[in-house]
Each structure stands twice: as structure tokens, then as C-alpha cells.
């Protein structure tokens, strides 16, 4: 028998459907700037590094956008579910990732 003033346990790896869609969100904006900055390079119309350069910038303005939607918004920092803060956090991430790209020679 379950305590019901026990919270539920939650398996592990699961994770709630308001933070599934924020994540597949972030993904799928992740890879249209990919695609948009990177395509060019398969052509030859830009070099790898113009390219992650673009990126990273990009990447930093949607980390701007998505931290801007949240404050309006009124999302708190750090709740249970991801949110706007995350997302720009992700962002951030991707950007030093892709400046890191920038810099990095084999």
C-alpha cells in the first residue's frame, strides 16, 4: 500500500510532458539554425569555421529571445519542469560549444 501523504516516486528517466515538449522545442530550433548556418558550407559558399562562427552567434541571440519570453512571461527559476530559463541556458551552452568550434584546429 501506497502512503498517499508520500509524494510519488517517479521512475528514473522519466520526465514530464510540459519538459518533453520545451526540450523537443529547443531540438528542433537547435537544428534549423544548424541547417541554415551549416548548409552553405556543402556548397562551398562558406567554411566550416564562418559557419560555427554564425552559429554561435545565433545560438547567444536565441539564448537572448528565450531569456527575454521568460521574464515576460513570469516563469519562475528553477521549477520542477523546464521553462524558458533552461532553454536559455541550452542556448548559451550550444553557443560556447559552436565559439569553441570557431577556435579548435587540427
Known sequence: MS???????KPAGSIDP?????AAWFVIRLLMLAVLTF???FTLARSFQDAAGLLSFAC????????????????????????????????????RLAHFAVHFQA
Open 18 to 22: 510540459v519538459s518533453r515538449h520545451r
Open 60 to 95: 547567444s541571440m536565441g539564448g537572448f529571445v528565450s531569456m527575454i519570453f521568460a521574464k515576460l512571461s513570469g516563469e519562475p527559476i528553477g521549477q520542477g519542469s523546464l521553462n524558458g530559463w533552461d532553454e536559455a541556458l541550452a542556448f548559451v551552452a550550444a553557443s
Open 3 to 9: 502512503d498517499p501523504s508520500q509524494p510519488a516516486i
Open 39 to 41: 548548409g552553405p558550407c
